[in-house]
T-cell receptor, first 111, second 114 residues
Framework: GIQVEQSPPDLILQEGANSTLRCNFSDSVNNLQWFHQNPWGQLINLFYIPSGTKQNGRLSATTVATERYSLLYISSSQTTDSGVYFCAVERASSNTGKLIFGQGTTLQVKP | DVKVTQSSRYLVKRTGEKVFLECVQDMDHENMFWYRQDPGLGLRLIYFSYDVKMKEKGDIPEGYSVSREKKERFSLILESASTNQTSMYLC?????????????FGDGTRLSIL
């Protein structure tokens, strides 16, 4: 099956710092999503980005499908950005909607 | 905005009980999914459904069943709950389409089996 690897596994930042999270995947995909899971367990949809670049406030994401990776940028981090960030993909040959999740990056933003 | 609602945020049940977890979405999505999330194991797909009365096994279906009698509602059933089914359960929905469609998640149910 398709492999999804996220790096780094853990990240500690001071408030105001910038960071880049990476997601590598081992096969062609037709769906890639970035999620933020907050401390209460809620999984928030950040980006649906199978290719290209999107921005939403302090967050932006870029997927280079031909090279099988995606990046999530967090600028001017805030304590509310803390939590776990997941990348999830659907294999291009699937057409079932089944997402495969990476293991996540745990981010802690200190005041 | 898409709204996916899970019936309970926290649930405590006893070993051997039959447990129902309910999920409702309000966007007329064809696809619905049940995942469980465990520390160190990430999110794993239990079952999914792409239409009323249709279901497909995910990666870890053992010990679970599902029901989809109406398009908006997808139920996960633990036939005889066991302690190893203590977990966080997440429901999701998406449109059915070629080329992949974004999934939207509910708030999750933390289930404890005693």
């Amino acid at each position: 099956g398709i492999q999804v690897e996220q790096s780094p596994p853990d990240l500690i930042l001071q408030e105001g710092a910038n960071s880049t999270l990476r997601c590598n995947f081992s096969d062609s995909v037709n769906n890639l999503q970035w999620f933020h899971q907050n401390p209460w367990g809620q999984l928030i949809n950040l980006f649906y980005i199978p290719s290209g670049t999107k921005q939403n406030g302090r967050l932006s994401a870029t997927t280079v499908a031909t090279e099988r990776y995606s990046l999530l940028y967090i600028s001017s981090s805030q304590t509310t950005d803390s939590g776990v960030y997941f990348c999830a993909v659907e294999r291009a040959s699937s057409n079932t909607g089944k997402l495969i999740f990476g293991q996540g990056t745990t981010l802690q933003v200190k005041p | 905005d898409v709204k996916v609602t899970q019936s309970s945020r926290y649930l405590v049940k006893r070993t051997g009980e039959k447990v129902f977890l309910e999920c409702v979405q309000d966007m007329d999505h064809e696809n619905m999914f049940w995942y469980r999330q465990d520390p160190g194991l990430g999110l794993r797909l239990i079952y999914f459904s792409y239409d009323v009365k249709m279901k497909e096994k995910g990666d870890i279906p053992e010990g679970y069943s599902v029901s989809r009698e109406k398009k908006e509602r997808f139920s996960l059933i633990l036939e005889s709950a066991s302690t190893n089914q203590t977990s966080m359960y997440l429901c999701a929905s998406s449109l059915l389409g070629t080329g992949g469609m974004p999934q939207h998640f509910g708030d999750g149910t933390r289930l404890s089996i005693l």
